[in-house]
């Protein structure tokens, strides 16, 4: 899909809010494409949880995904440029600037070029961990895949209610080796269990992910909306939203006592080095011979090197060894 056949971010993101309950929504609108936000639909991301953490009509912050499935990762079509190693790009839409105002941006082979994006996927004004600094009850419903961008949010929401079928993890722990939330997820999921995601780059399934604490609940498909419901409530209803103010800043603080944002900007830091990294054999990796026979097929191709059961795609996991 060109850029320019991409949908308005407006398109992408919808948003909801019911004063009566306190319970806004926010849908992540694009089912054909596995929910991938664009540049400027995880910038609205980001902006729509910005206002509903000022609004006195939201208490609960329900995020969910049309279709099949929570989202499989970011639009990387849309990034070929910016991974290609050869040719000048600019990333300036990233950082709110427009091509037409007087800012230059780094040349690609500068450590800037990927330091400075990276280290921006670590403020919550861009839409990565916009969610740490969300003072009211978040609440994601996963349902499919949840993988990549998709995976960060739920490191970062407040409760999981999940699909049985639901599998989780970061397509990049394959095909790069981290991704910006590393530390979070370590924290979340328990180093042990993590590490076996990073080192293998198997999906988890939904009762593996709560059997490690990540998920709140776990409920066959056709119940999932009605138990989301039923937390979502729950959590309306209970204490005044001040408390809730004041219960989610201890929560940052002892995230941050963790280590939560450092351990943002570590895994910047170690994406920043992305161009410097080489391979042993024929790893799979994005560049432009990837993109040239086409991303889909490539990952395809890689994902069959892997036991049918630590499969990323469900055909996948399907298909005989």
Not at 55 to 82: F, H, T
Not at 286 to 308: C, H, I, Q, R
Request: aromatic share 12%; proline share 5%; glycine share 8%.
């Amino acid at each position: 899909m060109a850029k320019t056949d991409r949908p308005d971010p407006e398109d992408i993101i919808l948003y909801e809010k019911d004063p009566k309950t306190k319970i806004a929504t926010i849908t992540l609108n694009r089912p054909d494409f596995l929910n991938a936000p664009t540049i400027a639909a995880r910038l609205r991301y980001s902006d729509l949880i910005h206002r509903a953490n000022v609004d006195d009509d939201v208490k609960v912050l329900l995020i969910r995904g049309a279709g099949s499935n929570l989202g499989g990762g970011a639009d990387l079509p849309e990034q070929e440029e910016m991974l290609a190693s050869d040719g000048e790009y600019s990333l300036l839409h990233e950082f709110r600037i427009g091509e037409d105002e007087d800012v230059k941006y780094p040349p690609k082979g500068s450590y800037r070029y990927l330091a400075q994006l990276t280290q921006l996927y670590a403020n919550p004004n861009f839409g990565c961990r916009t969610l740490q600094d969300f003072k009211k009850i978040s609440i994601l419903e996963v349902k499919g895949y949840c993988y990549g961008w998709h995976f960060y949010q739920a490191a970062d929401a407040d409760l999981i209610i999940s699909s049985d079928d639901a599998l989780f993890g970061h397509p990049s722990f394959r095909y790069v080796g981290w991704g910006p939330r590393m530390w979070q997820w370590a924290q979340m999921m328990g180093l042990r269990k993590f590490q076996e995601m990073v080192f293998t780059g198997r999906p988890f399934t939904a009762q593996e992910m709560y059997d490690c604490n990540f998920v709140n609940s776990v409920v066959p498909r056709d119940q999932l909306e009605d138990e989301v419901a039923k937390y979502a409530h729950a959590c309306s209803v209970t204490r005044p939203t001040d408390v809730v103010y004041m219960q989610k800043t201890l929560f940052e603080v002892f995230k941050q006592q963790q280590g939560e944002y450092m351990g943002s900007i570590m895994t910047a830091w170690l994406e920043s080095m992305l161009g410097q990294v080489k391979n042993d054999a024929d790893e799979f990796t994005l560049d432009k011979e990837t993109f040239g026979k086409g991303l889909n097929n490539a990952v395809k191709d890689n994902d069959g090197m892997y036991p049918p059961d630590w499969r990323l795609s469900k055909g996948g996991r399907k298909a005989p060894q």
